[in-house]
């Protein structure tokens, strides 16, 4: 009976630990030491079927002195940069519309929501290919005006242009998050604002953008963390082509870890990947004192 009570007693005591003891070994096997033997073999030369042979700073000098390396990077850079900016824009142009009493809006919604849940799929990235193929769809109403058809997948340009293309029509989520926070601001603004005489232009970077920016700022993040690792469309659309040109540092990642089997590189280009990430996150939290509003900072 005695012990009976006390391993009741100890179940009693740590009923809560034992709760989290599954969740706490899943975080420690598939999160924390992943994370921590990825930095390990970041300094070896650890190949996926021979081993580790050697350790030290090699592919970390590597990816700085690397022109497929450096260019993925830029590739990458230069991807983010166009993606993140008119995904935004395009996210909060279709919510502020939609955030009108307007008929039907509810289908709309739905409708422009759809494609998040789509975008990221292998078949949805096929069909992006075939419609920009050079008989593809796009193509076809090219034709229609009298112009020659495009070879989108040619040039390095109309390539990332396909992949941009396909990321900004995804621009569901973000949208949904932006029409929330505009439902949050109150109306007795634009009336008032309307009785001064400010035009709808002027209420929305006046009122609207200025009070929905920490949700400005939240989608900004997260928009930036998944352009910095995207890896489904120009895997699939374009396969890093023409001549790497749009080869993002996830395909890189990805070739050198299961193409070539040199999971040291990988590792080491995951960090400085993630280190680019954190730095890039980092500056946005230190800019939002500049430009992000929140409304308790007047009771402060």
């Excluded at 080869?247 to 990805?254: A, C, E, G, N």
């Excluded at 070539?260 to 004192?289: D, E, N, P, Y």
Aim: contains cysteine; glycine residues 8%.
């Amino acid at each position: 009976m005695n012990k009976k009570n006390g391993f009741s007693k100890f179940l009693a005591e740590n009923a809560g630990f034992l709760f989290i003891l599954p969740w706490l070994i899943g975080f420690l096997v598939f999160k924390v030491y992943p994370f921590a033997s990825s930095l390990y073999y970041s300094f070896t030369n650890y190949d996926l079927f021979n081993g580790i042979s050697k350790t030290g700073m090699m592919n970390y000098s590597k990816i700085f002195t690397d022109s497929d390396i450096t260019r993925a990077f830029m590739v990458t850079f230069k991807y983010a940069i166009f993606d993140v900016p008119l995904k935004l824009m395009f996210a909060l142009f279709i919510a502020y519309i939609l955030n009108f009493k307007l008929k039907g809006v509810n289908f709309f919604r739905t409708a422009y929501y759809i494609p998040s849940i789509l975008g990221g799929s292998i078949a949805i990235a096929i069909l992006w290919r075939a419609v920009f193929n050079t008989d593809g769809l796009i193509n076809a109403v090219v034709k229609m005006f009298g112009a020659e058809p495009i070879n989108w997948m040619a040039s390095a340009n109309g390539a990332l242009f396909v992949i941009i293309l396909l990321r900004v029509w995804q621009f569901g989520s973000a949208m949904v998050i932006f029409l929330a926070a505009l439902k949050g601001v109150s109306q007795d603004l634009y009336e008032a604002a309307s009785i001064d005489g400010a035009g709808k232009w002027t209420q929305f970077f006046k009122i609207t953008v200025p009070l929905i920016t920490p949700v400005i700022f939240y989608n900004l993040i997260t928009q930036l963390c998944q352009a910095f690792q995207e890896f489904n469309g120009p895997f699939l659309v374009t396969k890093g082509g023409p001549n790497g040109a749009t080869t993002l540092i996830s395909i890189l990642i990805y070739n050198n870890a299961f193409l070539r089997h040199k999971m040291g590189m990988a590792c080491a280009q995951a960090w400085v990947l993630f280190i680019i990430v954190g730095v890039f996150t980092a500056v946005a939290f230190v800019s939002q004192k500049k430009w992000v509003y929140y409304s308790d900072e007047d009771g402060r």
